[in-house]
């Protein structure tokens, strides 16, 4: 794979930078998706698209936390009694999101002793994310947000937490800590998340076991082939002919990529830097990681090109190709291409489960 470009188109974040209000940031944000929906046919490559993508929102969340302590300053409240991080999860921790993805963060807070650093950053978390939710990000169905008491703790708690769910190989604490491992801090005290990271990956390593249950995650996904490899399409409800791009598609190459990066200790969290560094370590078969890399790729087309639909003039999307798209001969074609290679990528993953069971005592 060729190295990850980085561009930073600066002079697209003047109004939110400036903005004084959650009203303003709201109309700066709907300005500037409506300009970068006009890049989609532009000469940006998909992965500088979803690198500004991901700029504009992470500027949007850094000025939502500004705006939400300022209000906190107005109303008596102070400022933080003690440094915090604000950090997010998801396609967010990977900058991979859409223009139209929903809320995925937590707070890190200090361990300094402050009698009212509880009830200061409980009333902060809500307020972060109601204003998001008010600049067009949706609540977490999952309820991975900082206004959650599981994903505020201090630095000490977050310590705690992540051994706990280290020492208990069942379903819903290695999902959790999954979706801890794609952390990537946005705004605060960069040192807390810092200590954080190296906390999550000593932790791991120390636990040979958390691999194997990682794995067994991993390799749990819809199917998208029939055994004549014809691509599986939505039989029913509102999607019916349609296909699931992002659990179909997009997460299958995530989840493959984030446990390889796991298994070897890679620490960054966006899928194609993951893949990249595999590549330079020599840790995985080139051809295996050539085909995640373009399937991956290819994935982030698809899911840019889901159809889209304005709710109070922000962008939201199911993430389904429709019925109209699966039957473009291209679309398809490309597609079955995609998934194809997924496919590859899921048969070895298997064959490596089926290993690591058979060599368990």
């Keep these: 794979m060729e190295p990850i470009p980085f561009i930073n188109h600066s002079w697209s974040y003047t109004e939110i930078d400036v903005a004084a209000s959650v009203e303003e940031l709201r109309q700066a944000r709907i300005v500037l998706q409506n300009e970068l929906q006009e890049l989609l046919s532009a000469s940006l490559s998909k992965v500088e698209w979803y690198q500004t993508v991901n700029e504009l929102h992470d500027r949007i969340s850094r000025k939502a936390v500004e705006l939400c302590i300022q209000g906190m300053v107005e109303e008596g409240f102070g ?36 009698e009212e650093k509880e009830s200061y950053y409980a009333e902060l978390g809500q307020r972060i994310t109601d204003v998001l939710e008010e600049l067009g990000y949706a609540k977490c169905e999952g309820k991975v947000m900082c206004s959650e008491r599981l994903w505020r703790k201090t630095l000490e708690a977050w310590k705690q937490q992540l051994s706990e769910w280290r020492s208990d190989l069942a379903w819903e604490p290695v999902r959790n800590l999954i ?84 298994q070897h200790g890679i620490k960054e969290t966006s899928t194609l830097k993951r893949i990249e560094r595999l590549v330079s370590l020599e840790a995985v078969p080139l051809t295996l990681l050539d085909a995640a890399g373009r399937a991956f790729v290819s994935a982030l087309e698809f899911r840019r090109n889901t159809p889209v639909v304005l709710k109070g003039d922000l962008q939201q999307s199911s993430g389904f190709l429709d019925e109209k798209q699966m039957k473009q ?33």
Aim: charged share 25%.
């Design 79 to 114: 400022q933080p009694p003690v440094p915090y991080a604000f950090i997010v999860f998801g396609s967010s921790g990977r900058e991979e999101s859409t223009l139209w993805s929903d809320q995925d963060n937590g707070m890190i807070i200090s361990d300094m002793p402050h």
């Design 179 to 262: 979706i801890a491992s794609d952390m990537r801090f946005i705004t605060g005290d960069h040192r807390l998340a810092e200590e954080w990271i190296n906390e999550f990956y000593s932790g791991f390593r120390q636990v040979p076991e958390l691999s194997d249950a990682v794995l067994r995650n991993t390799v749990k996904h819809k199917a998208t082939l029939n055994i004549l490899g014809q691509v599986v399409t939505e039989r029913f409800g509102e999607h019916a002919g349609g296909f699931d791009v992002k659990y179909g598609l997009y997460i299958p190459l995530v989840n493959s990529a984030r446990f390889l990066a796991l």
């Design 329 to 361: 001969k291209q679309v398809h074609y490309e597609l079955r291409n995609t998934l194809g290679l997924v496919r590859r990528v899921h048969r070895a993953l298997q064959r490596q489960l089926r290993f690591a069971e058979r060599r368990r005592p």
